[in-house]
C-alpha cells in the first residue's frame, strides 16, 4: 500500500473538523454523507471528494474558512483529492501521470490529431478534395475513405470506453466502492441525480458559482454542455442506423434527424463549454484548486472546437472548404476520444459511482451519530 | 471610497447580525445608514458567523419549524434558564417579536433549512440557516449593500460624543485612520466584551486567562465601556456569560462551534484534584450544556477531564481533537497529569454506585448512582471496558452580559432614568437586559435580530421628524 499522499492527509483533517461542526449538512450529498462515519480511510476520503461537485456552497458558508487558522477549504482540497483519484485509477497505471499535465496533453493531442488527419487524407486521397467542393451522396467519404473513417471512430472510441471501464473498476477496488449487483432504487436515484445535478442545487436556490451570492448558472451551463453532448452522440449513432439499417448514405437534408440532433447539439456544447469557461475566469479563486486550471481550460476548450468545428463543417459541406473542416473535425473529435480517459471528462464516470454509492449507503447505514 | 464627511442619519456600531437588521430596516425606512465594522471582510458578522440557527415562536408549523411553541413555553423555557433574572415585560417583548424574525431574515436573502443531525434535537423551537451563521451573514450583507447602506470594514468606532444623552458623532480607526462620523441617529451593535481579556481578569483574576473566547476576538467591549463611561445605565452581572465546555485544546479565540464537546452525559467529569463536581447526567444535554462553561471556570486551573470508556464513543458527535485513549485508568491519568491512584478510586465509588438499568442515549433514562455525592442521574454506566477515554475541558466563552440598559423601543436609558435622545442598542451589547443569567439555544439570535429590527425602526423615525 502506498503512502498516502498530503492531498488525503488534509482531507481527512479538514473532514474531521467538518464532521464535528456539520453546518453544512443542508447543502449536498457530501456532508450526509460524512455524518454516516467517524473516521476516514483514503478510500471514504476519495468517495466523498468524487460525491463533491464543486459548488462551493460550503466554503463561503464556512466559519473555518481562509483566513482563519483552520483554513478549510472543501472545494479546492476535494479537487484537488479528485485529480489524484483519476491519475491512481488510470489504465493503463503508467497513463496516470498525464493528469499532472492534463492542459498539455490535451492540446497537444488535439494537435496532433488535426495534423494527422489532414496528412492521412492528403496522402489517401487526391489532395484537392481539401479545396474543391464535393457534393451528393457519399461527399464526406471522398475526403477520408468510409472504411478508414469508421476504423479511426471505432478504435478511439473503442479505447476510451474500455480505458475508463477498467479505471472504474479500479476506483471501486480501490475506494471499496461497489462493484456488480444491481438495485433499482438506488440506481433510479443515482440516475436523477446525475440528470437533475441536484447536488449543484445547494439545496434548492442555487450554488456560490462567482462569490458567495447564490446562483444556478454554472447547473444550467453543465447541462447544457452534457446535454449537448448527449445530443451530438445521438446524432452520430442515428447517422450510423441510416447507413447501415435504412441505407440512406450521408450528408444528411438539414431538417434530417441527425443533422438536427447534432445542429442543436453543437449549439449547446458552445454554450455549455463557453459559459463554463466564462465562470471559471471570473469566479472568486478562493476555493479554486489553480493547479487543475489548465486541464479543465483545455477540455472545455477542445470541447468548444469539436462543436464549433462541426456547425462550421455543417455551414460549409457545400463549398470547397468542408475537405478541410471535416478533416479538422475528425482529427479533434479521435484525440478527444483517445485522450477522453486522461483528462477531466472522467470525472462524469467516477461522480456516476460516488452517486450510487451514496443511494445505497443511505439505504443500508445507520443512523448518522447524533447529539444528545 | 465612502465619503464620511457628509452626515449620515445613523451610524450603527457593530457588523454582526444585530447591526445587520439595525442597518437593514433603517434603510427601508429611507435613512442614510452607515455600518462600521471592525474586522476586515472576510471575518466580518461578529459572533453571528458562529451561530447556527435562532429560536423563533410559532402557532403552527411554519417552513422549517415543526409543531407549534407558544409564548408560554418560550417565556418558562427562558425564566427557568435564568431562574429569574431578567425583565419580564421586554423578554415577552422579544419573545413575541421572535416570531416574526424568520420571516424578515428571508426577507434579506437568508435561507433556512430542517434541522438534521448534530443540533440538539432544536427542530421544534429552532430555525436553522441553511449553511450555519456566515452564510446569513453573507446575506445581509448582500442585502445591505443591494440597499446602498455604506459598508466600513476594518473600522473601529473608538468613542461617541455623548452631551446630556445626546450622541452627536463619532471618532472612528478606519482603516488604520482616524476619523469622524456624523450622524443624527446612534445604534450600538458592537458585542459584548467576552474577547477583552484584561476586562475578564478584572472580575475573574488570573482565571480568565484559561477561558477560551469562542467566538470573534473583536468583541472588546470598547464601545460598551465608552457608553457605560458617560452616564448610560448599566444593567447585568459583569461576571455572567454564555459558556460551553469546549476541548480544552482549542484556539483560545475563535475556535468556533467544532470545539465544544457534548460527551458530558455519557462520561464522568472530574476537575485537576481529580473530584467530580457535577451531576453529569442530571438532564439532556440541550438543557444543561450552557451551565458547563462556568462549572468549569469555577473549578481549579479551569480544567476538567470528562473520561468515558469504549461503550460511549458513538453516544456524542466526533470530536475534532482526538481523545486520550488508554487501556487502563491509571494509564489514561498519567497521559492527562492526574493523580494515578486518585482516579483509579473515583471510577471505582462511581462503578460501585451505577445502579442496574436501561440505557436510552437520547432521552433521560433511569441509569443512575446511588449513594455517590455528587450523583450522576442518567446515562449511569460502569466505566469498565476498555479503551479508555479522556476529553480535556476548559469553559469556551461566547459572550459576556454586562449591558446597557434599554426600553422597548430598544433606547438607550441614561442612569438618571431617562432614555437616550438619539441613541439605540441591539444585540450582546444588551442582551443582559433579557439574560441576568443562563442561556436558551438560538435566544441571542431572537434577541439581535429583534433588537435590531426596532433599534433601526426608531433610528429611523427619529430622523425622518
Not at chain 1, 456560490?208 to 445530443?231: C, I, K, P, V, Y
Not at chain 1, 477522453?340 to 452517486?355: D, T
Not at chain 2, 482565571?207 to 460598551?224: H, K, M, V
Not at chain 2, 498519567?334 to 494515578?340: E, K, N, R, V
Request: charged letters at 20%.
Amino acid at each position: 500500500m502506498a503512502a498516502e499522499s498530503e492531498t488525503v492527509a488534509e482531507a481527512r483533517r479538514q473532514m474531521e473538523i467538518c464532521n464535528a461542526c456539520r453546518y453544512c449538512e443542508g447543502y449536498c450529498a457530501v456532508f450526509p454523507a460524512m455524518t454516516m462515519r467517524r473516521s476516514f480511510t483514503e478510500g471514504d476520503l476519495t468517495h466523498l471528494a468524487n460525491l463533491c461537485h464543486g459548488c462551493k456552497g460550503c466554503y463561503h458558508a464556512c466559519q473555518y474558512a481562509p483566513p482563519h487558522a483552520f483554513g478549510i477549504n472543501i472545494p479546492a482540497t476535494f479537487a484537488e483529492l479528485r485529480q489524484e483519484s483519476y491519475a491512481k485509477n488510470a489504465w493503463p497505471a503508467p497513463m496516470g501521470r498525464l493528469f499532472e499535465r492534463s492542459g498539455t496533453v490535451v492540446s497537444l493531442l488535439a494537435a496532433l490529431g488535426v495534423a494527422l488527419a489532414l496528412i492521412l487524407v492528403v496522402a489517401l486521397q487526391d489532395p484537392a478534395v481539401l479545396w474543391s467542393a464535393q457534393r451528393g451522396v457519399g461527399a464526406f467519404f471522398r475526403v477520408i475513405p468510409h472504411w478508414l473513417m469508421i476504423t479511426l471512430g471505432v478504435v478511439t472510441f473503442g479505447y476510451a470506453i474500455l480505458a475508463m471501464a477498467m479505471g472504474a473498476r479500479n476506483y471501486c477496488r480501490s475506494t471499496g466502492s461497489p462493484q456488480g449487483g444491481f438495485d433499482p432504487g438506488p440506481a433510479t436515484e443515482a440516475a436523477v441525480d446525475i440528470v437533475t445535478m441536484r447536488n449543484l442545487g445547494g439545496g434548492g436556490h442555487g450554488c456560490n458559482d462567482l462569490d458567495e451570492g447564490f446562483s444556478t448558472r454554472r447547473r444550467w451551463l453543465h447541462q447544457a454542455l452534457f446535454g449537448g453532448f448527449m445530443l451530438c452522440f445521438a446524432a452520430t449513432c442515428t447517422g450510423t442506423l441510416y447507413h447501415y439499417i435504412l441505407g440512406w448514405k450521408s450528408p444528411h437534408a438539414f431538417l434530417s434527424l441527425p443533422v438536427q440532433l447534432g445542429f442543436w447539439g453543437g449549439v449547446l456544447m458552445m454554450i455549455g463549454a463557453a459559459g463554463l469557461a466564462h465562470v471559471k475566469v471570473i469566479t472568486d479563486p478562493g476555493p479554486v484548486a489553480k493547479k487543475l486550471a489548465g486541464g479543465e481550460f483545455a477540455i472545455l476548450a477542445l470541447l468548444f472546437l469539436i462543436a464549433a468545428t462541426g456547425l462550421l463543417l455543417l455551414a460549409v459541406r457545400h463549398t470547397g472548404a468542408m475537405g478541410a473542416m471535416l478533416a479538422i473535425h475528425l482529427g479533434l473529435v479521435f484525440a478527444f476520444f483517445l485522450v477522453m480517459p486522461y483528462s477531466k471528462m472522467v470525472h462524469g464516470l467516477y461522480r456516476g459511482i460516488a452517486l450510487l454509492r451514496h443511494a445505497r449507503e443511505k439505504r443500508t447505514a445507520p443512523a448518522p451519530a447524533a447529539a444528545a | 471610497m465612502a465619503d464620511l464627511t457628509q452626515t449620515f442619519d445613523v451610524l450603527i456600531a457593530g457588523g454582526g447580525n444585530a447591526a445587520l437588521c439595525a442597518a437593514i430596516t433603517a434603510r427601508r425606512a429611507g435613512a442614510t445608514v452607515v455600518l462600521a465594522e471592525h474586522a476586515p471582510k472576510s471575518m466580518r458578522g461578529g459572533n453571528s458567523r458562529h451561530t447556527r440557527n435562532v429560536r423563533a415562536l410559532h402557532h403552527g408549523p411554519t417552513g422549517v419549524l415543526t409543531d407549534s411553541y407558544l409564548e408560554e413555553e418560550y417565556w418558562d423555557d427562558l425564566r427557568r434558564v435564568t431562574a429569574g433574572k431578567t425583565d419580564e415585560p421586554l423578554a415577552r417583548m422579544c419573545i413575541r417579536a421572535s416570531e416574526q424574525a424568520p420571516k424578515f431574515l428571508e426577507s434579506c436573502g437568508v435561507v433556512f433549512q430542517p434541522s438534521l443531525s448534530g443540533t440538539l434535537s432544536l427542530s421544534r423551537t429552532n430555525a436553522f440557516f441553511l449553511g450555519g451563521g456566515k452564510a446569513l451573514v453573507n446575506a445581509l450583507y448582500r442585502t445591505a449593500e443591494a440597499l446602498g447602506i455604506v459598508i466600513l470594514y476594518d473600522t473601529e468606532v473608538q468613542h461617541i460624543e455623548v452631551k446630556d444623552g445626546f450622541a452627536t458623532e463619532a471618532i472612528v480607526s478606519h482603516r488604520g485612520f482616524p476619523a469622524t462620523i456624523k450622524f443624527k441617529a446612534f445604534v450600538a451593535s458592537a458585542g459584548g466584551f467576552q474577547a477583552n481579556r484584561e476586562w475578564l481578569r478584572k472580575y475573574w483574576g488570573d482565571a480568565a486567562d484559561n477561558f477560551q473566547i469562542r467566538g470573534t476576538p473583536y468583541a472588546q467591549g470598547r464601545i460598551l465601556k465608552d457608553l457605560l463611561a458617560q452616564g448610560v445605565q448599566e444593567v447585568g452581572d459583569p461576571t455572567q456569560f454564555h459558556a460551553v465546555a469546549n476541548d480544552a485544546r482549542a484556539p483560545m479565540e475563535d475556535g468556533g462551534l467544532a470545539m465544544r464537546l457534548d460527551c458530558v452525559p455519557f462520561s464522568i467529569v472530574v476537575n485537576r484534584d481529580v473530584e467530580r463536581f457535577y451531576d453529569e447526567g442530571e438532564d439532556v444535554w440541550p438543557k444543561r450544556y450552557a451551565i458547563w462553561g462556568r462549572l468549569i471556570a469555577q473549578q481549579p486551573g479551569q480544567v476538567a477531564f470528562a473520561i468515558n470508556d469504549s461503550k460511549a464513543q458513538m453516544n456524542y458527535l466526533p470530536p475534532v481533537f482526538a481523545p486520550y485513549k488508554a487501556d487502563s485508568i491509571a494509564e489514561l491519568a498519567g497521559m492527562i497529569g492526574l493523580d494515578a491512584a486518585k482516579l483509579e478510586k473515583v471510577v471505582a465509588d462511581y462503578n460501585a454506585a451505577v445502579q442496574p438499568g436501561t440505557f436510552k442515549a437520547q432521552s433521560l433514562d433511569d441509569c443512575r448512582t446511588e449513594g455517590l455525592a455528587p450523583p450522576k442521574s442518567h446515562w449511569a454506566r460502569r466505566i469498565d471496558t476498555p479503551p479508555y477515554y479522556c476529553h480535556p475541558l476548559r469553559p469556551g466563552i461566547t459572550f459576556t452580559f454586562l449591558s446597557v440598559k434599554v426600553n422597548e423601543q430598544a433606547r438607550v436609558m441614561m442612569a438618571d432614568g431617562k432614555p437616550s435622545a438619539n441613541m439605540f442598542a441591539s444585540g450582546e451589547i444588551m442582551s443582559g437586559n433579557i439574560l441576568g443569567q443562563g442561556y436558551l439555544a438560538g435566544f441571542g439570535m431572537a434577541i439581535g435580530t429583534v433588537f435590531g429590527r426596532i433599534a433601526g425602526e426608531q433610528a429611523a423615525k427619529l430622523v425622518r421628524n
